[in-house]
């Protein structure tokens, strides 16, 4: 994989999941939505997503789970669209690259440019700056921190 596709990736995990429950867990790809540091709320089989709703407040329900917080009818539509077997890392890495290419951000982080290409997927992950989900975003500064972290290079 591409260092600064694998980077951006880490960053998109970062900003989701967050580095106390990456550290928690196997770097977040057993995540369910709802989890807070010390109380990681963790699914334990890969053979399909883990179709749970969790509720998050009394209106906000979600099925968002593993490393970038796959909705359950993401995966089912990207699932048959990759022929995927399963929810595995693997499976889940390959859902949120399609993402990215179909946002055509793709080049834009082979080349570094990383504040384009969040632009471009903001409308994905709900914590990217400017994602307009009414949910904690990450403010641009901290995820070029993380980006350079995970060893991508800014153009």
Known sequence: MNKN?????CTIAWAEIGPEMLAESDQGYRILVGSLPGRVKLFTDYSDHPRKMM?????????????????????????????????????????????????????DIYDGKIVEAIGKVKNIWASLPGAGYEQREHRIEPLLIAYRAAGGTLA
Do not use: C, N, W
């Open 5 to 9: 596709l694998e980077a951006f990736l």
């Open 55 to 107: 509720r998050l407040t009394p209106t906000l329900r979600s099925t968002a789970a593993g490393r970038y917080q796959i909705l359950m009818r993401t995966y089912d539509h990207y699932r048959a669209l990759l022929k995927l077997p399963d929810f595995s890392p693997a499976s889940q890495d390959a859902i949120a690259v399609q993402l990215i290419k179909e946002r055509r951000a793709l080049q």
